[in-house]
């Protein structure tokens, strides 16, 4: 918590958070930004407002609870008093990368830096201290005691950041004091991974091709380079597409020849190749996104796959002039918050299938004609498992879904003679963009869309 940090420290702070990823130097009472070059930027989390409060009854829970000011009130404990941290949190910034090593910072100051901040809360603290004595008889100073009370023999104030009556936990809007910049979330910077027991991804005999994510390559619309290619699989045969790279963590997206998606991240611990296996193909063509897990990664990888043949897709493929999709802040129909675990299951809604835009120009696994603005934003608070989207029309609609890191993934029939469209999977947490396209230019129609996390069939 950024308890009795100094103002000029706390300023220099917010300045650079706004600026890219932070560094730091972090030491006892110490923690400053340090002037380096990392690749990255902060981005707000949806989270509910939270307010808590914490006691600290000896010197170690206060180092561990209030680090910054541990020193300065270690000594009070012997005056017979003890601490209280009350605390809301509102709001949080995450970094759009993972993990941060030492060998990726630049700049003639890195070598001072020994800490990387991952995300940042804001709200507002109050630090309390009370009597020791009145505390063991049962007396204790009310939640956020008030600015006319900071002597009273309750309790007094000690340090103040922003002011807690100004945040709202009814979902009203939050007063101009409840935005203080209250907590860091410190990672220690990372040396280089031992990856000598990384074993080749790539097995001995499949299909391979090279390629390199540059800045050149179309950008994924999330923000990231991604490079498209295809597989062609025979009906019920194993399958096994594998993304190898010492240059870049390596992230596999595979959307089959329905529309269910695979992805993978790491393939073991320490081991940033990916891999996806599928124990009996789908007849078809697989579309394959080979990118990397953090945003704008250059770097050089090579992609295999055993039981199926790999290819690029052809330029004429794809139509030209089609303008983006909006980013996901706004939708058609509303957004659906889910949990897993919830209930009713399946969820239901429905909206108006259609639009102008040729949804095969963001990616050439998708059909059908969309908006620029999605149907739908789905938030997924947790991670799934599992999870079926699946849309429903008296015409030929088609599925396009846009994972929150930028990524399409898209379906059009069910079968030859089920004209409705569904997308399975595992779904991580965040929010992603859902359109209900139609399939022919200048149609449109009703439509309901389900989800679920029973895998049934429809």
């Not at 509303?334 to 909206?351: K, M, V």
């Not at 998708?366 to 015409?395: I, M, N, P």
């Not at 029939?413 to 999977?425: F, H, K, L, M, Q």
Request: charged share 20%; hydrophobic share 35%.
């Amino acid at each position: 918590m950024l308890v009795g940090i100094g103002a000029s420290q706390r300023g220099m702070i917010e300045a650079a958070l706004t600026e890219g990823i932070v560094v730091v130097h972090y030491e006892g009472c110490d923690v400053r930004p340090v002037v380096c070059s990392v690749t990255g930027e902060y981005r707000p989390v949806s989270i509910t407002a939270a307010q808590d409060s914490t006691w600290m009854q000896d010197e170690s829970k206060l180092g561990a609870t209030v680090p910054l000011s541990a020193v300065e009130l270690a000594g009070e404990f012997s005056r017979d008093r003890l601490f209280r941290l009350d605390y809301v949190v509102v709001g949080q910034s995450r970094a759009t990368v993972r993990d941060l090593e030492r060998a990726s910072l630049s700049g003639s100051q890195c070598a001072d830096a020994t800490h990387w901040v991952r995300a940042a809360m804001r709200g507002a603290s109050t630090l309390l201290s009370q009597s020791a004595t009145k505390f063991r008889a049962g007396f204790k100073a009310p939640w956020n005691i008030g600015a006319e009370a900071q002597h009273s023999s309750q309790g007094r104030q000690e340090k103040i950041n922003g002011q807690i009556d100004q945040c709202s936990m009814t979902g009203e809007a939050h007063g101009a004091q409840c935005n203080a910049l209250i907590q860091l979330d410190l990672v220690p910077l990372e040396e280089p991974p031992d990856r000598t027991g990384c074993a080749p991804a790539i097995p001995g005999g499949a299909e391979t091709v090279e390629g390199e994510l540059a800045a050149s390559d179309t950008a994924l619309p999330g923000g990231g380079f991604g490079d498209e290619w295809m597989v062609q699989a025979a009906s019920g045969r194993p399958l096994r597409i594998a993304l190898e790279s010492d240059a870049v963590d390596a992230y596999l997206l595979v959307v089959s020849p329905s529309g269910r998606q695979f992805e993978n991240d790491d393939l073991s611990s320490g081991c940033r190749n990916s891999v996806v296996e599928i124990g009996s193909a789908e007849g078809g063509t697989y579309v394959v996104t080979v990118t990397s897990y953090e945003r704008d990664q250059p770097g050089a990888y090579r992609l295999g796959a055993v039981g199926g043949t790999i290819g690029r897709p052809r330029d004429g493929d794809a139509p030209e002039n089609v303008p983006p999709p909006d980013p996901p802040t706004a939708s058609h129909f509303g957004t659906i918050a889910l949990r897993a675990g919830f209930t009713p299951d399946p969820h239901e809604t429905s909206g108006t299938s259609g639009g102008m835009v040729q949804a095969r120009g963001w990616s050439r696994a998708c059909a059908g004609f969309v908006t620029s603005k999605a149907d739908h934003l789905l938030d997924l608070q947790t991670d799934f498992e599992f999870l079926r989207l699946y849309a429903r029309s008296s015409g030929d609609v088609t599925l396009v879904v846009r994972t929150p890191a930028g990524a399409f993934l898209c379906a059009d029939d069910v079968s030859n003679e089920n004209r409705n469209a569904a997308i399975e999977g595992a779904f991580s947490a965040g929010t992603y963009q859902v359109w209900i396209g139609s399939y022919a230019a200048g149609e449109s129609g009703a439509y309901s869309l389900s989800l679920s996390e029973l895998n049934r069939p429809e």
